[in-house]
C-alpha cells in the first residue's frame, strides 16, 4: 500500500472477520499506528494525543453500543448521592452540573437533572418534563458564564446508541474555552 505524503500519517481501519478483529496498520512517517476508526489523515506535527483522541472517539462508540437503556441507576445517580465524588461546578434541588472526567474541550461541564422521571434520553422527553429541559438549558447558561465562556459554547445532548450515548440518564455536555468546529460529528 503506497503512502500518501511524507507530511501526513494514515490511519487505517480494522475490518472484522466473524468474532476476530484483524487490525490493519499502515506505516507512515517510521511509525506504525492502528485504529478501531476509519482511514484518518493528521498532519505530521499532529501530536500523539490526536492520535489517542481518535482512539477514545471509537471507545466512547463501543461504550454507546455497549449501554443499554435499562432504567437501572446509573454512575450520575451515585454521583448525586454524593456516592462518587465530582467537581461540582453547579447545584441546585434539580440540576446539579459537574465536570467531566474525560474532557472534550478546556471546559467541559455535565449538566443532569437529579430526578431522571424515565428521563433517560431526550428521545424518552414527555410533555411533564418540559420544565426540567428548560431548566437543564438555563442551567448550562448559567454554567457557561461561571467559566467565562458564554461568548462562544456549544450545548451537546447525545441521544441512543447511534447518537453516542452512553450513560441512559439525560444529560447535557456544556463544551468551551477553545474555537468550536462545524460540522460537529
Known sequence: MAVTSSSYMLLRNF???????????????????????????????????????TRASHNEEAAAKAAADTGAPTIFDKIIAKEIPSDTVYEDDNVLAFRDINPQAPVHV???PKFRDGLTSLGKAEPKHVEILGQLLYVSKIVA?????????????????????????????????????????
Open 110 to 112: 455535565l449538566v443532569i
Open 145 to 185: 458564564e461561571k467559566e467565562g465562556i458564554l461568548d462562544g459554547f456549544r450545548v451537546v445532548i447525545n441521544n441512543g446508541a447511534e447518537g453516542c450515548q452512553s450513560v441512559y440518564h439525560l444529560h447535557l455536555h456544556v463544551l468551551g474555552g477553545r474555537q468550536m468546529k462545524w460540522p460537529p460529528g
Open 15 to 53: 475490518s472484522t472477520v466473524g468474532r476476530n478483529r484483524i487490525a490493519q496498520s499502515v506505516r507512515a512517517n517510521q511509525r506504525i499506528f492502528s485504529t478501531g476508526e476509519s482511514i484518518r489523515v493528521l498532519p505530521r506535527f499532529s501530536s500523539l494525543t490526536s492520535i489517542c483522541s
